[in-house]
């Protein structure tokens, strides 16, 4: 398994851009980069994944960068309920899901 | 979206008794349900993998015969904790994904268990 860094935390304001990073380093060419999010108290919800493409759908966006050695998550306009941790995994194919540790992200409002 | 249900959402038990708890994909037919586990303030730990019709793939150091899952059809799975004792209190959560070669699980709301 791909082994992932990403900040612990991280704190933003209401209505702002916020941009998540993760790296990793140590993935397969094959890996696709799924990110998560997980409320309190709730299970994960899937955000987005990619491979190699920047992605977009309407929860957030996908930036890779062109090694595939780090990827951003940006939450364009960011709201409250958008306080959680942040999962970054890589996957591949239909693989199971290996959870580190994640970003506490706190939005101000 | 998909939709994945468990039930119970809370459940005491008292010590050395069993607890069954159901993992239900509600609008769609899951091949693979996974089981995990999420102690407090930490993150969320596999527990097996389970595909219908087949046994269950467990993670290292998760006893099977403690922790057993049935998946008998493509909408339910069930994790049944075997002679519970108060560490495996716990947040357990359930996830199911289609069939295909990249997809995104999509996971229960979970079970909070606490045995006394």
């Known amino acids: 398994d791909a082994k992932t860094t990403q900040p612990n935390s991280m704190e933003s304001n209401e209505e702002e851009p916020v941009h998540l990073p993760c790296n990793h380093s140590t993935i397969s060419g094959t890996d696709y980069i799924h990110w998560y999010r997980q409320l309190p108290s709730q299970g994960p919800e899937y955000v987005i994944h990619g491979l190699t493409s920047n992605v977009n759908n309407r929860m957030a966006s996908l930036a890779i960068a062109e090694d595939r050695k780090s990827s951003t998550l940006i939450l364009h306009r960011a709201t409250l309920r958008d306080a959680a941790v942040y999962y970054c995994?890589?996957?591949?194919?239909?693989?199971?899901?290996?959870f580190g540790q994640g970003t506490r992200l706190t939005i101000n409002p | 979206g998909a939709v994945v249900s468990q039930h119970p959402s809370r459940v005491i038990c008292k010590s050395g008794t069993s607890v069954k708890i159901e993992c239900r994909s509600l609008d769609f037919q899951a091949t693979t349900m996974f089981w995990y586990r999420q102690f407090p303030k930490k993150s969320l730990m596999l527990m097996a993998t389970s595909n219908e019709g087949s046994k269950a793939t467990y993670e290292q150091g998760v006893e099977k015969d403690k922790f057993l899952i049935n998946h008998a059809s493509l909408t339910l799975s069930t994790l049944t904790v075997t002679s519970a004792h108060p560490e495996d209190s716990s947040f357990y959560i359930c996830s199911a994904t289609l069939a295909g070669a990249v997809r995104e699980q999509y996971f229960g709301p979970g079970t909070r268990l606490t045995v006394t």
């Open positions: 995994i890589p996957v591949q194919g239909a693989q199971k899901l290996v």
